[in-house]
């Protein structure tokens, strides 16, 4: 019975690793580049290139300029995002999106994204880069910032700022099962390789009582800040159909976002905002207004101008395929 119980559990953990599997990137050509300025390199860095799914991964950027790179969930890749970049664009903001294998260990995909920037650095002449996560993605980013790593940043001339989106850094509640001592007694170990077809080899990562949710480490001096966004996601629906909610936006709870460690730590700052899980980064129902506003009060997305918030309407409604709310 136990042994049953305990596959019917790890089952579960794919929905704790939810994407926005409907918003399929339509158009595979190069982003609008907005109010953006000429690019004037043109790189090949392993995970990083342009935020659309085109086979194409140059990134071609501006190199007097900031960037923001753009780091999915599960189930998801750079076309994902490509809207978001294009929000960041119409603002003057260029960016780029780090690609992984969402079954990898989480360790080594942040090692992975602390390549790319290292490389990324190298080649900029601003060294600003802000590092945007979304749920599982927010792990990974803080993971690759953090200084009490032996693969730690090694660019000194970086200058880092942290923004993390819905990442349950206190564990998945459905991946309990995966590190409880107790479910490995009676199952005779089988749990683990269970939790490893179920989630591959960050299963033992993502439960609660893993090194790195225990242990999450400090921030590098590089980074500036830490803009720590946390979504109440109860009773929130990705989609619904004649008045009845068909699919929830509830994937993880407060509890499983909350941290004592990271959200006391220093230069973090914590904003809880009462959005879905997918909703909060934008989906076909309503675009990222939440999320936007709570970037630009952060200094993180640049104001926008009195005189195009009508053109932003305008665009979020294309993008997104639905009128933006008020904020």
């Known amino acids: 019975m136990m ?3 305990a596959a019917i559990g790890v089952a579960t953990l794919l929905a704790g690793c939810s994407g926005p599997s409907w918003f399929v990137e339509k158009d595979r050509s190069d982003l609008d580049r907005g109010t953006l ?6 790189l090949q860095i392993p995970g990083l290139g342009p935020c659309t799914d085109n086979p194409d991964r140059t ?5 007097r300029q900031p960037v923001a790179v753009l780091v999915h969930g599960c189930y998801g890749s750079s076309g994902l995002f490509r809207s978001l970049a294009q929000v960041l664009a119409f603002h003057g903001q260029q960016s780029a999106c780090f690609t ?5 260990s989480m360790v080594k995909s942040s090692r992975e994204l602390i390549t790319a920037l290292d490389a990324l650095g190298a080649r900029m002449e601003n060294k600003s880069i802000t590092v945007i996560g979304h749920s599982q993605g927010a ?3 803080r993971k690759a910032l953090v200084a009490d790593r032996p693969d730690a940043i090694a660019n000194r001339d970086l200058q880092l700022r942290l923004v993390t ?5 206190s564990g998945i509640a459905s991946a309990s099962q995966c590190g ?9 170990g089988l749990i683990g390789p269970l939790c490893r077809i179920a989630t591959g080899d960050k299963w033992n990562e993502i439960t609660y009582t893993s090194d790195f949710i225990l242990k999450p480490g400090r921030l590098h001096p590089q980074v500036r800040d830490h803009l720590k966004v946390v ?3 109860r009773g929130t629906c990705r989609r619904a159909e004649g008045g009845t909610c068909l699919e929830s936006d509830d994937v993880f709870s407060l509890a499983e976002q909350r941290h004592p460690v990271v959200d006391t730590a220093p230069r973090t700052r914590v904003e809880e905002v009462k959005a879905g899980h997918v909703e909060i980064v934008g989906d076909k129902r309503a675009a990222p207004v939440k999320l936007i506003g709570v970037l630009q009060a952060n200094g993180i997305l640049n104001a926008t101008a009195p005189h195009r918030v009508a053109a932003l309407d305008v665009l979020l409604a294309r993008l997104y395929g639905a009128p933006a709310p008020p904020p």
């Open 59 to 63: 990134l071609r950027l501006d190199s």
């Open 100 to 104: 992984y294998d969402d079954r990898d």
């Open 139 to 141: 792990l990974i980013s």
């Open 165 to 169: 989106v819905s990442g349950p850094f």
């Open 3 to 5: 042994r049953n119980a």
């Open 180 to 188: 409880d001592p107790v479910t490995y007694k009676y199952t005779l």
């Open 231 to 233: 979504t109440d996601e």
């Open 37 to 42: 300025p000429t690019p004037d390199i043109a």
